[in-house]
């Protein structure tokens, strides 16, 4: 039986980040996950830093935008109808949540996370030797209705107030900055101090390494053996069992498994995505992310070729998948960027794990001492990783905590 500091259990992205600020501080640390780090949800996303987001992702508000969705038209969002009375209180809470009052109150509560999103990450990559995944040169925003780009007018209003670069582009503003966009949309905002990577599960990977270069331990095991063993926590590996005083749950979406059976019952919901690379034709090429806000789907330039990203499925997390969004919205997609040859057979799906007010839950578990929790990064757990690992590592060391934990804490659901 081995013996460490701490355990986290989960090896995405924010695990992954927990266990290095834990080593960093000096805490003799063991990753736990049942496979490699990073490849699940941290493998799939569209590589997004956002160190820009002020809102939490809008709810359609439009009667004939809820018609496509309901009559399973709409390229953005897709849902499983036996998933519908599991997911609709849920929905009625994210509803409210970002309404004006609510979006404005995740800007205040989230803006401490966002707003170190870009440097946090640039720090793991110096000293982790990833700084070569890294692009500074923000994400562009497309928009293909006057009235849906002055629908944005709020939100610009507040990264004005708060300092924020962002920039509104005509069409052929947008060209310059992206050649092979063809002039499908009206508006376009560039958020340049957001950053992306050209490959996420290179970016965990290699905070696993330099994880285990300051002597953590990466093992294979299964989380939900979790339980507590003479006033310590133990978990099962394939090494054996490891024993710890303090746990770190970053099982993103896998966390509910482990916490229900420990009476922990947080209202966790899963927005499906999908992801398929194809070969740009000719010449063509972007040199940072565009996202169709019409359509909800992202053009991310990858290692891989160019990722598109879908919208939110709402769907049972292990229902099989069904990624119908392609076919609606690959027109669509086809028009703005000249997509050649589909690079694998298969699309690739994962699960974003959101609370009904998009904030993360990262802090101690209610009810079990040693036990802490750093997963429902919805959107954004490429991009809050780092930062929320180095919020984590803090509080479990006792340290000063860089900023006001309480309004990602667990006990917001009190009541
Ligand atoms: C299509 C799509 C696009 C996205 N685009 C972006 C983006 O551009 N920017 C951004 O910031 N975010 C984006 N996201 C969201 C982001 O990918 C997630 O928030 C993030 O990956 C969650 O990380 P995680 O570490 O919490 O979860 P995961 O990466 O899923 O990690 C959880 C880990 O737990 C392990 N695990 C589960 N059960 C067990 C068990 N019983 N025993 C042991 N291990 C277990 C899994 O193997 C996994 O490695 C996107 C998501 C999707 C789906």
Same mark, same amino acid.
């Not at 180095?390 to 060391?397: D, G, K």
């Given at each position: 039986?081995?013996?460490?500091?701490?355990?986290?259990?989960?090896?995405?992205?924010?695990?992954?980040?927990?266990?290095?600020?834990?080593?960093?501080?000096?805490?003799?640390?063991?990753?736990?996950?049942?496979?490699?780090?990073?490849?699940?949800?941290?493998?799939?996303?569209?590589?997004?830093? +956002?160190?820009?987001?002020?809102?939490?992702?809008?709810?359609?508000?439009?009667?004939?935008?809820?018609?496509?969705?309901?009559?399973?038209?709409?390229? +953005?969002?897709?849902?499983?109808?036996?998933?519908?009375?599991?997911?609709?209180?849920?929905?009625?809470?994210?509803?409210?949540?970002?309404?004006?009052?609510?979006?404005?109150?995740?800007?205040?509560?989230?803006?401490?996370?966002?707003?170190?999103?870009?440097?946090?990450?640039?720090?793991?990559?110096?000293?982790?030797?990833?700084?070569?995944?890294?692009?500074?040169?923000?994400?562009?925003?497309?928009?293909?209705?006057?009235?849906?780009?002055?629908?944005?007018?709020? +939100?610009?209003?507040?990264?004005?107030?708060?300092?924020?670069?962002?920039?509104?582009?005509?069409?052929?503003?947008?060209?310059?900055?992206?050649?092979?966009?063809?002039?499908?949309f009206r508006h376009a905002v560039h958020w340049p101090d957001a950053a992306s990577v050209s490959n996420p599960l290179a970016v965990t990977k290699a905070y696993a390494a330099r994880?285990?270069?300051?002597?953590?331990?990466? #093992?294979?095991?299964?989380?939900?053996?979790l339980h507590r063993s003479e006033g310590h926590w133990r978990v099962e590996t394939d090494e054996g069992p490891v024993d710890a005083r303090e746990v770190v749950v970053a099982l993103?979406?896998?966390?509910?498994?482990?916490?229900?059976?420990?009476?922990?019952?947080?209202?966790?919901?899963?927005?499906?995505?999908?992801?398929?690379?194809?070969?740009?034709?000719?010449?063509?090429?972007?040199?940072?992310?565009?996202?169709?806000?019409?359509?909800?789907?992202?053009?991310?330039?990858?290692?891989?070729?160019?990722? #598109?990203?879908?919208?939110?499925?709402?769907?049972?997390?292990?229902?099989?998948?069904?990624?119908?969004?392609?076919?609606?919205?690959?027109?669509?997609?086809?028009? #703005?960027?000249?997509?050649?040859?589909?690079l694998e057979a298969q699309p690739w799906m994962g699960s974003r794990p959101c609370f009904a007010d998009s904030r993360p839950v990262i802090g101690r578990a209610p009810g079990q001492?040693?036990?802490?929790?750093?997963?429902?990064?919805?959107?954004?757990? #490429?991009?809050?990783?780092?930062?929320?690992?180095?919020?984590?590592?803090?509080?479990?060391?006792?340290?000063?905590?860089?900023?006001?934990?309480?309004?990602?804490?667990?006990?917001?659901?009190?009541?």
């Open positions: 039986m081995a013996r460490t500091d701490a355990i986290v259990l989960g090896a995405g992205i924010v695990g992954t980040s927990a266990a290095l600020h834990l080593a960093k501080r000096g805490l003799a640390v063991t990753l736990v996950d049942r496979r490699g780090p990073g490849e699940e949800t941290s493998y799939g996303n569209a590589g997004v830093i +956002e160190g820009n987001t002020l809102f939490p992702h809008a709810f359609p508000s439009g009667f004939g935008e809820l018609l496509r969705i309901a009559l399973k038209q709409a390229p +953005e969002a897709n849902y499983h109808l036996s998933f519908l009375p599991k997911v609709a209180p849920w929905l009625l809470a994210y509803r409210s949540n970002t309404r004006l009052e609510g979006s404005l109150a995740f800007a205040e509560a989230m803006r401490p996370l966002f707003s170190r999103a870009v440097s946090e990450h640039e720090a793991l990559m110096a000293e982790a030797g990833a700084a070569r995944y890294l692009r500074k040169d923000g994400w562009i925003k497309l928009y293909r209705s006057d009235e849906a780009f002055e629908a944005t007018t709020r +939100e610009r209003e507040l990264a004005v107030a708060l300092g924020l670069n962002q920039r509104a582009l005509s069409v052929d503003e947008t060209r310059v900055l992206e050649s092979s966009l063809m002039p499908v994880f285990a270069a300051l002597g953590g331990v990466v #093992l294979n095991g299964d989380a939900q053996t993103g979406p896998w966390a509910p498994d482990l916490l229900g059976r420990l009476g922990i019952d947080l209202p966790l919901m899963f927005k499906r995505g999908y992801h398929r690379h194809f070969a740009p034709r000719g010449n063509a090429g972007l040199t940072r992310p565009v996202v169709d806000v019409a359509n909800g789907y992202c053009l991310a330039p990858m290692e891989q070729g160019i990722r #598109l990203t879908t919208g939110a499925e709402f769907a049972a997390r292990d229902a099989a998948p069904t990624p119908v969004q392609f076919d609606r919205l690959l027109p669509a997609a086809r028009d #703005l960027f000249p997509l050649g040859e589909q001492p040693g036990l802490w929790l750093d997963y429902g990064h919805a959107h954004w757990g #490429l991009t809050l990783g780092p930062a929320s690992g180095r919020l984590i590592a803090e509080m479990v060391t006792g340290a000063v905590p860089f900023c006001d934990p309480a309004p990602y804490s667990a006990e917001r659901f009190n009541g």
